[in-house]
């Protein structure tokens, strides 16, 4: 198998567009290895083999980085499973299962925090540690197992992510940070944001897939959101507007799957490593095709 490529993130960034894929935590929840709800990754233990598959079919659909597992695997959420004692080892665990399959292709390996829970405006100091804390514990073993940077996701406050940010650069490592959309326009502390997408169609009186309901009024967010998807051609259509707009970096969160990235990179131009989609995904069928 290949070697894992020495270019790194900001080397790629400097040449051309890198394609991202998230959305481990809802894809594995479709295919049963994940419990809705609390969605923590128990998968990285429980079930290896399902998490090796779908970062090999992320790598063969066109993306460029491993994204470790370990959305969710910090000490607040273990602990309201049942699973602090499984921490390191989750989090090892999902960082080397991340380089396994970034070494059968030129992929890169960026290790994982988000949103914590803990954190709160109204006792800043305090929390701010215990957020730290966090962070610290779970990247000390991601950079011991091997990263080449670190996404820091789903910050609901800007305070958080930049607690975040500050542990990332601490380590010496590239340092990506995004924030959710759980508001309209605003973090919940107040500040402007520019999220990763999700593959959701949203309309301006429900501007965020956790928003949406459904006719009756019912909830849609977290289960029921097949209806909303976005199909292949549409983020095919996003990779292309994104490109001509200039940007380097273009992903997907949550919702995301190998099919998505597959058309995502052939409207940028690549034949992803599992060959190109038949019929092509970057041009829509005629209405007489069938």
């Not at 607040?76 to 396994?100: I, P, T």
């Not at 011991?144 to 940077?149: Q, T």
Request: aromatic content about 8%.
């Amino acid at each position: 198998m290949p070697a894992r490529s020495r270019r790194g993130i900001l080397d790629r960034l400097k040449n051309g567009v890198v394609l991202g894929a998230e959305g481990y935590v809802f894809e594995l929840e479709r295919r049963g290895y994940i419990k809705a709800g609390p969605y923590v990754p128990e998968v990285v233990l429980d079930s290896p083999d399902a998490l090796r598959e779908l970062h090999r079919e992320f790598l063969r659909a066109g993306a460029e980085v491993m994204v470790a597992l370990t959305y969710y695997a910090h000490r607040g959420k273990l602990k309201d499973v049942g699973r602090e004692n499984d921490l390191e080892a989750m989090n090892r665990q999902a960082v080397r299962l991340a380089n396994e399959v970034a070494r059968e292709g030129d992929a890169l390996v960026a290790g994982d925090i988000c949103n914590t829970w803990a954190y709160d405006p109204k006792d800043k100091e305090a929390s701010s540690r215990v957020v730290r804390a966090m962070y610290e514990e779970q990247l000390s073993w991601a950079v011991d197992e091997g990263i080449d940077f670190v996404i820091a996701e789903t910050n609901d406050y800007l305070g958080e992510s930049l607690i975040a940010l500050e542990v990332i650069k601490e380590l010496g490592l590239p340092a990506m940070v995004t924030l959710a959309s759980t508001r309209p326009r605003q973090t919940w502390d107040g500040y402007d944001y520019v999220a990763q997408p999700v593959p959701y169609k949203t309309v301006s009186t429900m501007p965020t897939f956790e928003s949406l309901k459904s006719a009756d009024g019912a909830n849609i967010f977290p289960i029921a959101l097949e209806p909303y998807l976005c199909t292949r051609f549409e983020m095919a259509d996003y990779a292309r507007r994104a490109q001509a707009l200039g940007v380097n970096y273009i992903g997907i969160c949550c919702g995301g799957g190998p099919h998505y990235v597959r058309a995502m990179a052939e409207a940028l131009g690549r034949t992803p490593w599992g060959g190109p989609s038949r019929p092509a995904s970057t041009h829509r069928r005629s209405s007489s095709t069938r």
